[in-house]
């Protein structure tokens, strides 16, 4: 089972709008509504920020949204702060034996 | 308050033994399948394992099989990690994970994690 691919890094300016993309296949992604995003800042645990492609947790802001098309999943940051500089990494459900898979990371870097 | 907290890390030696442990606290412990996730220094999170609600289902990623065993006892509120044979790419910071429930495929809480470094 190999990892999703996301981009290396994403950067914006405060206030601006980011999307990061995540890339699997049919057997993961593209075949299943069980994209999860999350969050991680330095020393940190992850954070769950989506899940189930596009439905936020009670405490994460409206900014952070998600989205698929095919065997592509995005998270969208809108109005990016500060405080959203942090590693985003994004999973899936997969019929694999494995049933998790994580994308490869994408530090998001606030300018 | 709802948590994870991770123990036992530490430095071992190639070739070595070390059971890292996760004590649950604030949710009904034995409703949940629970995950190991780790992270290499400076790399990205890898899935390990996972056991069942009651312990009687378990899974391994390749690069673990044969050398890890996951468990937990439900009476403690409990997760354990035995890992043996240690080799230096199992360097990582190895994070216990809560499973959100049958029918769903995601995490909804991760503790803060144990370094576990294996290094002559």
């Known amino acids: 089972q190999s990892a999703l691919t996301q981009p290396a890094s994403v950067s914006g300016s405060p206030g601006q709008s980011i999307t990061i993309s995540c890339t699997g296949t049919?057997?993961?992604?593209?075949?299943?509504?069980?994209v999860s995003w999350y969050q991680q800042h330095p020393g940190k645990a992850p954070k769950l920020m989506i899940y189930?492609?596009?439905n936020r947790p009670s405490g994460v802001p409206d900014r952070f949204s998600g989205s698929k098309s095919g065997n592509t999943a995005s998270l969208t940051i809108s109005g990016l702060q500060a405080e959203d500089e942090a590693d985003y990494y994004c999973s899936s459900y997969t019929s694999s034996s494995t049933r998790y898979v994580f994308g490869t990371g994408t530090k998001v870097t606030v300018l | 308050e709802v948590q994870l907290v991770e123990s036992g890390g530490g430095l071992v030696q190639p070739g070595g033994s070390l059971r890292v442990s996760c004590s649950a606290s604030g949710f009904t412990f034995s409703s949940y399948a629970m995950h190991w996730v780790r992270q290499a220094p400076g790399k990205g999170l890898e899935y390990v394992s996972r056991i069942s609600s009651n312990g009687g289902s378990t899974y391994y990623a390749d690069s673990v099989k044969g050398r890890f065993t996951i468990s937990r006892d439900n009476s403690k509120n409990t997760l354990y990690l035995q890992m043996s044979s240690l080799r230096a790419e199992d360097t990582a910071v190895y994070y216990c994970?809560?499973?959100?429930?049958?029918?769903?495929?995601?995490?909804?809480?991760w503790g803060r994690g144990t370094l576990v470094t294996v290094s002559s």
């Open positions: 994970v809560k499973d959100r429930g049958t029918g769903y495929w995601y995490f909804d809480l």
């Open positions: 049919s057997s993961d992604v593209g075949g299943y509504n069980y």
């Open positions: 189930d492609v596009s």
